[in-house]
C-alpha cells in the first residue's frame, strides 16, 4: 500500500476522533434536553393520568396480576435451567423429593364423593357471571355460595318463585343488590331513590366507572351495580335491615375504642368498603375515636377520594381514619384523647355523595371492621 493511500485512510479516522468528543458532548445535550421536556410535559398533564386511574381503579387488577405471574413463571424457566447445570445438588434434591412424593402419593390417595366437587371462589368479583345450575341446587344455597341475597338472584332473573331446573342459566352479581342500565337523564342520585339505597354505595363501589370521577357523571348504557338496591315492585313488601344508630361518643370500649360521632349507619363494612360511613348534618364534631397522636392532616384537596381527612396513631398498632370532612382543629403531632378531643368536624369533600362521616380502623397496616372495636 503506498503512501498516499494510506493518508487517504488515516485522514477519515484522524477526523472522526477529533469531532467524536464534539459529538459526544452534542448527544448529551439533545438527550438531556428530551428529558427535561419529557418531564415537563409528564407534570403538566400527570393528574391526567391520576384521574383516569382513580376512575378505572380495580378493572386493572385482574390483568395487572396476569401479567406479574407470567412475568414470574417466565423468569422461573429461563433461570431454573441455569441453577441447576450451577448447582446440581438442587437438581439431585428436587428428583428424590419427587420420587418419595410420588410414592407416598400412590400410597395415600383416597378418593371421595367430593373429588369432582367445585368450589367458588370468594375472591372479589368485578363484573356478572354465568352460574349453570347443578343436581341438588336451590337459590338459597347457590346465593350463599357466592356470598349474596337470594333475592338478588332472582331479580336479576326475572324468577318468581324457587323453581329450579338442572341446566338453567343464571346470572349472578357481584354483590347483593341490582344491575342497571343507565338511561338518558340519570344521576346516582335519581338511581339510588329508584332502588331505596345510597348514592354513596355505588359510588363506593370499586367497578363502576364514572366519566369524571369527582362528579360521578354517567354514560347512557353504562352497567350500574347498585348495592343493596331493591327492585322497584318488591320494596313495599321488602323487609330492609334495620338502620343502626350510632351512639358516641360514648364511653371508651375495652378494646380502646369509642363513637367518634353520633349519627346513621348509612353504610356497613364490607369487602370493597371497609370502613363505617356516619351520616351527620355538615359541621357536627367529630372526636378522637382512640388515644393517640395525629400522624397526618389532609385538607382541601381530592387526596384519593378522600378530600379533608385525618389519621390518628395509637401507637399500638392501630391507628383511625376519618374522611369527607368540613375541617380540621388538631395538627400533626398532637396528642387526644378518646371521646373528648374535638377533631374536626363533618362534611361532604372528596368522592362523597352527601354530608358523611367515613370512619376506618387500621391494624398493623390492614383495615378491619370498625363494629368490632367500638361496640
Do not use: C
Amino acid at each position: 500500500m503506498n503512501k498516499k493511500k494510506l493518508v487517504s485512510l488515516i485522514l477519515p479516522i484522524k477526523k472522526f476522533l477529533l469531532t467524536f468528543p464534539e459529538f459526544l458532548s452534542f448527544l448529551y445535550s439533545y438527550l438531556k434536553s428530551k428529558t427535561i421536556d419529557f418531564s415537563l410535559l409528564f407534570e403538566a398533564n400527570k393528574n391526567i393520568l391520576v384521574r383516569f386511574f382513580t376512575m378505572k381503579r380495580g378493572r386493572y387488577s385482574r390483568p395487572f396480576l396476569h401479567f406479574a405471574t407470567m412475568g414470574v413463571l417466565t423468569i422461573g424457566v429461563i433461570v431454573a435451567p441455569f441453577l441447576a447445570s450451577t448447582y446440581p445438588i438442587f437438581s439431585q434434591n428436587s428428583t428424590t423429593a419427587a420420587k418419595i412424593a410420588s410414592s407416598a402419593q400412590a400410597q395415600s390417595i383416597i378418593v371421595g364423593e367430593n373429588l369432582f366437587q367445585t368450589d367458588i371462589s370468594q375472591k372479589p368479583r368485578d363484573k356478572i357471571i354465568s352460574y349453570t345450575v347443578q343436581k341438588g341446587d336451590a337459590i338459597s344455597n347457590i346465593a350463599q355460595k357466592f356470598g349474596i341475597s337470594a333475592e338478588t338472584i332472582k331479580w336479576q332473573n326475572n324468577l318468581t318463585g324457587d323453581y329450579l331446573s338442572i341446566g338453567d342459566e343464571l346470572e349472578i352479581l357481584p354483590v347483593t343488590g341490582i344491575a342497571y342500565k343507565v338511561q338518558s337523564g340519570d344521576s346516582v342520585y335519581t338511581i339510588a331513590k329508584k332502588f331505596d339505597t345510597e348514592a354513596q354505595k355505588i359510588v363506593d363501589f370499586p367497578f363502576n366507572d364514572f366519566a369524571n370521577p369527582e362528579t360521578f357523571s354517567l354514560v347512557n348504557g353504562q352497567i350500574l351495580i347498585i348495592p343493596d338496591g331493591i327492585k322497584p315492585s318488591e320494596q313495599p313488601t321488602y323487609i330492609r335491615k334495620q338502620i343502626f344508630i350510632a351512639e358516641g361518643p360514648i364511653s371508651v370500649s375495652s378494646a380502646g375504642f369509642t363513637w367518634p360521632m353520633r349519627g346513621g349507619i348509612s353504610q356497613f363494612a364490607s369487602w370493597y368498603h371497609m370502613a363505617l360511613d356516619i351520616t351527620d348534618p355538615v359541621g357536627t364534631p367529630v372526636v378522637a375515636a382512640q388515644d393517640g397522636t395525629v400522624s397526618m392532616v389532609s385538607i382541601g384537596g381530592w387526596d384519593n377520594g378522600y378530600g379533608t381527612n385525618i389519621y390518628i396513631d395509637g401507637g399500638n398498632g392501630y391507628k383511625t381514619h376519618y374522611a369527607h370532612m368540613s375541617s380540621i382543629s388538631v395538627s400533626v403531632g398532637q396528642r387526644v384523647i378518646a371521646g373528648k378531643t374535638v377533631i374536626g368536624y363533618s362534611g361532604n369533600t372528596g368522592r362523597s355523595t352527601g354530608p358523611h362521616l367515613h370512619f376506618e380502623v387500621i391494624r398493623n397496616g390492614v383495615l378491619v371492621n370498625p363494629l368490632s372495636y367500638i361496640q
